[in-house]
């Protein structure tokens, strides 16, 4: 694997991916609390304990889950996307730029995930890739297919790789 070559140390886009980079494990848990607590507001509010809900509330956040890490990725592409743009600001209240750009992220973070939670679709098909883990076939259609719907949610189009051009785009 080759080293990424910085020439601008201290370009927003370079310490933007870091500070995604750096919250990834504590933002893919916060999503699991999430959709724990999202589907029992959807399919189980008066808080029954059948196998189903048992099964949720016990999911726990295995580090290396190939389908979140690439809706987490997805995510952080879409923001960088949205709010990126190779300037640095000018930050007066103390903190650095990773700092503010990492804070700014987690605050977006939050904010996509509440709505796209409300989405039953969304919901459904984040269930099915982890808590009901099927075979790895069916796991690949379902990853991509929730990218998509996400991708529908937020207004940005994920696009095969073509030399040249980018592989995101704002629909």
Known sequence: MSKQINLFPYDKNYLLREAQELSRDELLKMLLEDLKQAYQ??????????????????YTYMKGHD???GVYSFLAGAYRLKHG????????????????????????????LEDLLQDARI?????????????????????????KLIGEKL????????????AFMIA
Request: no cysteine; net charge positive; proline share 5%.
């Open 41 to 58: 507001i959807h399919f189980n509010p008066l808080g029954l304990g059948d196998e189903t809900s048992l099964r949720v509330q016990s």
């Open 67 to 69: 389908e979140l890490n």
């Open 85 to 112: 743009s190779s300037q640095l600001e000018i930050i007066f209240d103390g903190r650095t730029p990773q700092q503010k750009y990492r804070d700014d992220w987690q605050q977006q973070y939050d904010l996509w």
């Open 123 to 147: 919901l459904k098909t984040f269930l099915k890739i982890t808590v009901f883990r099927p075979d790895s076939s069916y796991r690949y259609t379902l990853s991509n297919q929730l990218l």
């Open 155 to 166: 207004g940005v189009e994920k696009k095969r790789k073509i030399k040249g051009q980018p």
